[in-house]
């Protein structure tokens, strides 16, 4: 059974994806802070991390980093709020699902497609102001579906 680690900030929000995924047959590990992340990822190992981009709050690139330290290969989908507008503050932009109103269908395709294909090529760099939504696994970008 695959892991999958949840790290969400809307409680709420985490619950409803927790559900939809065990229906789905997977194992779900639901983190509520930085800390118990860190040590959910070092205990259970999940094959995928989704992750709000908000989640960890100020400290979210330190935990990044420990993340990624932890578990180099693992796929990251990073769920991120509403309309987000262009930046070129970032050499990349963080994106992936919005949390309101994405498709829940998508989402479960998606990461069903990530577990069962494993590693997946980046994406070029594009600056223009018409981005399309974006998913992180191993450090790449790619294209939602």
Request: proline fraction near 5%; aromatic fraction near 6%.
């Amino acid at each position: 059974m695959k892991r999958i680690l949840i790290a969400i900030q809307d409680e709420a929000m985490a619950v409803f994806l927790s559900e939809e995924l065990m229906e789905e047959a997977y194992e779900v590990i639901l983190c509520s802070d930085a800390i118990s992340l860190i040590r959910d990822i070092r205990r259970a190992r999940p094959h995928l991390i989704l992750m709000d981009e908000e989640f960890g709050g100020s400290q979210r690139a330190i935990l990044h980093r420990n993340i990624s330290s932890c578990l180099s290969q693992t796929p990251f989908i990073i769920l991120w709020r509403g309309n987000r507008p262009f930046s070129s503050q970032r050499g990349t932009d963080i994106e992936g699902f919005a949390l309101k109103g994405f498709n829940l269908s998508n989402l479960k395709r998606r990461i069903e497609s990530i577990l069962e294909e494993g590693a997946l090529s980046p994406v070029p760099e594009s600056r223009c102001p018409h981005r399309v939504p974006l998913i992180q696994t191993e450090f790449h970008w790619v294209k939602a579906e």
